[in-house]
């Protein structure tokens, strides 16, 4: 068994789309990023990554590439799916942890769920989302950003 960890934050911007774990989140706000801001497959990617000893996100697919500017962020976390697979990998599950004074997740974390297990191959009883704020205190508790913890467990 191997196991990463993952950490990723980005700042709210006016406008734009919020998506977290591969779902639409309706909100007043974006996150401000090169691809779609997607926080918490972010940071479940480096989680991944980092569990197979193959580097980070921004190695595989760096900002400085606008191939992958606005890119969906499920479409790069099937990618490191199939490395991982590729490498005799497969995954054993991930546990993710969202960090939002706002909006409210709840109403979203189940359809997250069912959509990162189809993208990791795995039954949903295999992923856990969590919403957490910080009781106003920090950037998140001052609703400047989100920011997404993730470990996951690798099984070779």
């Known amino acids: ?3 990463g960890q993952g950490y990723d934050a980005h700042r709210f911007d006016d406008g734009g789309r919020l ?5 639409d989140i309706e909100h007043d706000r974006g996150l401000k990023a090169h ?3 997607d926080v918490l ?3 479940l990617c480096d989680a ?8 980070d996100i921004g190695q595989h697919f760096p900002d400085s590439d606008s191939a992958y500017q606005g890119i969906d962020s499920r479409l790069l976390l099937r990618d490191i799916v199939e490395r991982l697979h590729l490498a005799g990998l497969e995954v054993g599950n991930v546990d993710l942890t969202i960090v939002a004074q706002r909006p409210k997740l709840a109403p979203y974390l189940e359809t997250m769920r069912g959509r990162l297990a189809a ?3 795995v039954q949903a009883g295999r992923v856990n989302i969590k919403a957490t ?3 106003g205190m920090g950037f998140t508790g001052r609703s400047e950003g ?4 993730a470990v996951a467990l690798l099984e070779e």
Do not use: N
């Open 1 to 3: 068994m191997r196991i």
């Open 19 to 23: 998506v977290l774990g591969g779902v």
């Open 119 to 121: 993208d990791l191959h």
């Open 41 to 43: 497959i972010h940071a």
């Open 35 to 37: 691809s779609d801001g």
């Open 133 to 135: 704020t910080t009781e």
């Open 48 to 55: 991944l990554l980092g569990a197979a000893g193959l580097g």
């Open 146 to 149: 989100i920011a997404a913890y």
